[in-house]
């Protein structure tokens, strides 16, 4: 059993993965050729378009793109994965973890994303600073899900919004009324090297108040 059981941050802790030497020009080096997918909105998982990490890097990431691809990952079979998947190291404290899917991330202060849930994940910053909304989604939490339903029927995939049109709209309004009624939402501020671990089903929203590159590992295979 791990002792991470609710949302935490792990101040420093990216060092301990073996990416901290990750940049852009690094990734277009190992994997400048390799497609990702590429949104403007608060939807990641649900692209716009599709493009290579140089191509990116170059061009989409400075037009207010955000890269958010979600692939399979086989930590013991690293062959069929980009080339930065290699260079993770799992710490100890994470070695019973079942990693299944992977998320490289990068774009610009205002990128983001909307209330979602998945897997149990870690979120590794390697450089940048991200604001986080969690609140408890899980089966035995009925408010959270009425919340996370509601953000999902409001802010669908159609829906060109972003995560800081959510924040402003929805943070004193909403939240606000679902923190007065006595439930749990917790905050970060995720900065250059701090690790975010959330449990499955812990609805959050990220604001990327700066520039930012880094990887989730996540949980659970791909439905």
């Known amino acids: 059993m791990n002792n991470y059981i609710e949302p935490s941050l792990i101040k420093d802790g990216t060092s301990k993965w073996?990416?901290?030497?990750?940049?852009?020009?690094?990734?277009?080096?190992?994997?400048g050729d390799t497609p990702t997918t590429i949104?403007?909105?608060?939807?990641?998982?649900?692209?716009?378009?599709?493009?290579?990490?140089?191509?990116?890097?170059?061009?989409?990431k400075n037009q207010g793109y955000y890269t958010f691809n979600r692939l399979k990952l086989d930590l013991n079979n690293r062959d069929e994965s980009p080339n930065f998947i290699k260079d993770i190291i799992v710490p100890n404290e994470f070695k019973n973890f079942n990693?299944?899917?992977?998320?490289?991330?990068?774009?610009?202060?205002?990128?983001?994303?909307?209330?979602?849930?998945?897997?149990?994940?870690?979120?590794?910053?390697?450089?940048?600073?991200k604001k986080w909304v969690l609140f408890?989604?899980?089966?035995?939490?009925?408010?959270?899900?009425?919340l996370l339903e509601k953000y999902m029927n409001d802010y669908?995939?159609?829906?060109?919004?972003?995560?800081v049109e959510w924040y402003n709209k929805e943070y004193n309004t909403s939240i606000k009324k679902y923190k007065n009624k006595g439930n749990e939402v917790i905050e970060f501020i995720?900065?250059?090297?701090?690790?975010?671990?959330f449990p499955q089903h812990w609805a959050h929203t990220i604001i990327n108040l700066s520039e930012c590159l880094g990887i989730t590992l996540i949980e659970g295979t791909i439905n």
């Open 190 to 197: 995720q900065e250059s090297g701090d690790v975010v671990f």
């Open 99 to 129: 990693f299944k899917q992977h998320i490289l991330f990068s774009g610009n202060a205002g990128t983001g994303a909307l209330p979602h849930i998945h897997g149990t994940a870690v979120n590794l910053l390697v450089y940048g600073k």
């Open 136 to 146: 408890n989604a899980t089966e035995n939490n009925q408010s959270g899900q009425y």
């Open 39 to 60: 949104t403007s909105y608060g939807r990641p998982v649900t692209p716009q378009y599709k493009c290579t990490y140089s191509d990116f890097f170059d061009y989409y």
């Open 18 to 31: 073996g990416i901290s030497h990750w940049t852009e020009d690094y990734i277009k080096e190992i994997d």
């Open 156 to 163: 669908p995939y159609e829906k060109e919004t972003s995560s």
